[in-house]
């Protein structure tokens, strides 16, 4: 992937002043992103001093050069949940049904749940509820129903780190008939011990190419005992049975190397949450040599973004699988 000379392309002095939260703020990063009214429009992780975690919108003409809002995304009726949310964070935007969804996580006591939220303007936004029953995190919508069924991935967090965090080993496909109720199916992506993504989770809302649904996720090599590294990398499903792996790539395709990657807030960190392909052909399928936009997080410090085509990420999949 090539990396914007722009980078990192939002940073904590680009956030404007909103009092009383957003003073002299700490961080911007993990943004969801989509292509909005011709306009590239990111939701970008703010955190405070408090580290206390605030959503703001950003918009651009050019992919690269962002203006950000000056006020605090609020979901409307999130007040009616009875349980206290400590942080609403890493927004995955999934245009389905000429809606916007946008599913978030949540820490809330003990426990790492996922939210819906939904727009149709960017402008006011609605609060679904809950949606994961379990500690889950990196929720992420298709954008179309599969066999009558709404479908996402996500990463239910069923073991407990040393660190005291929940974590889990492998991606999960789920799915609805309402976006409110979700059924775990099946294990689609697993963590590959001693290797660059030994922990992984989906990144951004999958994207329908011919040769089936192309997923970016970040995986975590957790072996060097000392540091965690967040990385990138792809995998592709079935069109029309997704919990079918078809392949996988072996190596990442983005990994910490920059200094704004290396250093920060939590070093050695690459975390893509989301993604814009600039061109569909008349079937929506994603068009082989169309750019594709990249936003990630860099050591959950800024916003960066990389670039690549539908292609390249398609041959990323298989690329060395062929060797032992
Ligand atoms: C994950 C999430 C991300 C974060 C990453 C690196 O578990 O909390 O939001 O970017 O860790 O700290």
Request: with cysteine; proline share 6%.
């Amino acid at each position: 992937m090539k990396r914007s000379k722009k980078n990192p392309i939002i940073t904590r002095r680009d956030i404007p002043l909103v009092k009383p939260h957003l003073v002299d703020v700490t961080s911007v990063f993990n943004p969801g992103a989509v292509k909005y009214k011709d306009k590239y429009l990111l939701l970008l992780r703010v955190q405070n001093r408090g580290r206390e975690t605030f959503l703001m919108k950003a918009v651009s003409d050019n992919g690269e050069d962002f203006t950000v809002d000056d006020r605090i995304i609020r979901f409307e009726g999130i007040e009616k949940v009875s349980k206290k949310i400590y942080h609403i964070y890493d927004p995955r935007i999934t245009r389905l049904e000429d809606k916007y969804y946008i599913m978030v996580a949540l820490d809330m006591e003990n426990s790492c749940r996922l939210g819906l939220a939904v727009t149709e303007d960017f402008r006011e936004y609605r609060w679904l509820g809950i949606v994961s029953d379990d500690d889950n995190r990196n929720g992420v919508l298709f954008p179309e129903k599969i066999n009558g069924r709404y479908l996402r991935f996500d990463r239910p967090n069923r073991s407990r780190l040393e660190s005291g965090v929940n974590s889990g080993e492998a991606v999960f496909l789920s799915d609805s008939d309402d976006l409110r109720h979700w059924r775990p199916l099946v294990s689609v992506l697993e963590g590959r011990r001693h290797y660059w993504d030994e922990r992984p989770g989906a990144g951004p809302p999958p994207v329908k190419t011919t040769k089936g649904w192309l997923l970016v996720y970040h995986g975590i090599a957790e072996h060097f005992r000392s540091v965690n590294i967040y990385q990138a990398g792809a995998a592709l499903f079935d069109l029309d049975n997704p919990a079918r792996l078809v392949a996988r790539s072996r190596y990442n395709i983005l990994e910490p190397r920059e200094p704004y990657e290396l250093t920060g807030q939590v070093p050695n960190v690459v975390f893509p949450s989301g993604l814009i392909v600039e061109r569909y052909d008349r079937n929506g399928f994603a068009e082989p040599d169309s750019p594709v936009y990249l936003y990630y997080g860099a050591a959950d410090t800024s916003v960066c973004r990389a670039a690549t085509t539908v292609k390249e990420l398609l041959n990323t999949c298989y690329e060395g699988n062929d060797r032992e």
